[in-house]
């Protein structure tokens, strides 16, 4: 398939990355905002949402003159939840060590160098924070995101870390390749990550990593706390550990997609 000059497959990326800026804005966008700072040309961005409009992939609402997710697009995703995220296997587990250790609970999975957040559970007084399921963040200032690049295998890992934005969210973001390659290190050692209000301020995880009996990382697992220091998550080790264990064990019998035999 031919490439265009923007490294896309043609026609179909190009569609594709459409519909992520329109997923994008998180709300119906007008078209003046989607022509905005895209490199396609007028015409050719109309005539690809006019494209996804007749295959249901997009919606545009007449009165305000604004596209969102179509539902065919909604149906896409249920199937991808359900067939290819650890998010259905995971759930009676995230359920139990939420109960169980009172603070919020993630589910991830890498995207290319990205943390994609396939499920969360949290306390009865939640406090927002950026994670919500659905939702990209970073890998490298993340408690999930670096449990997971700990264990990637090293041509993995140095793709992964080229395509990290390194930028400085809070003061005790890692910022530098080597020192991040140090701290991965600690990781693998250790067998947990932490983040210390390294994404967010105020904001502390500890995540462990969800591996197949290969070794390949399948996701990864955080308790999120607010205000908590790491020594105080660490008392939940021993909870998280026997989850993230009971989520590999439900899935040796699941190829999980892409990875080939676990």
Known sequence: MQRDEAGQDGTVGKALGVLDRVAGFGRPVRFAELLEGSD????????LLQTLLRQDMLTLDPETGRYAPGIRLVRLAHAAWSQSSLAPIARP??????????????????DGAQVLYVDKRGPAAAVRMYSEAGKVGPAYCTGVGKAMLAFLPEPELEAALARQAWHRFTPATITDPAAMRDELAAIRAAGHAFDREEHEPGITCLAMPILAPSGRVLGAVSITGAGLGVE???????????????ISGDLRDWRFPDQGES
């Open 93 to 110: 587990h995230l359920d139990r060590l939420a109960h169980e250790v009172g603070q919020t609970v993630h589910l991830a999975q890498l």
């Open 40 to 47: 396609l040309p007028k015409a050719t961005l109309y005539r």
């Open 232 to 246: 105080a998550l660490m008392q939940h080790r021993g909870a998280q550990a026997r989850a993230v264990a009971d």
